[in-house]
Nanobody, 124 residues
Framework: QVHLVQSGGGLVQAGGSLRLSCAASERTFSSYASGWFRQAPGKEREFVAAIGWSGSPTYYTNSVKGRFTISRDNAKNTVYLQMNSLKPEDTAVYYC?????????????????WGQGTQVTVSS
């Protein structure tokens, strides 16, 4: 059983940056695809980004391309989401996720494991 523990959320002003981290409990995570979803109040869960186990490929939803960067450090069993130029519409609970075989690229991705969620709030 892989447990994913998230950190790095918080409150930031529009235009600012945050980096989310997702640390896995087991080294098997390093062989898994991983990524991020987010869910804003009243909206469905949205795919944000994903990354293959080796660091490629990477996929992003259109609204974050050029602003967010997903990366991973397999030696630390950790995946990151660097969020720059944040906008109020980025406000959501962000969830780390992982899949044993498939790299996500859209909302149809169905991860095997989930983190607990981290609130990101972007003020105007």
């Amino acid at each position: 059983q892989v447990h994913l523990v998230q950190s790095g959320g918080g409150l930031v002003q529009a235009g600012g940056s945050l980096r989310l981290s997702c640390a896995a409990s087991e080294r098997t995570f390093s062989s898994y695809a991983s990524g991020w979803f987010r869910q804003a109040p009243g909206k469905e869960r949205e795919f944000v980004a994903a990354i293959g186990w080796s660091g490629s490929p990477t996929y992003y939803t259109n609204s974050v391309k050029g602003r967010f960067t997903i990366s991973r450090d397999n030696a630390k069993n950790t995946v990151y989401l660097q969020m720059n130029s944040l906008k109020p519409e980025d406000t959501a609970v962000y969830y780390c996720a992982a899949h044993r075989n498939i790299v996500g690229s859209s909302n149809t991705w169905r991860p095997d494991y989930w983190g607990q969620g981290t609130q990101v709030t972007v003020s105007s």
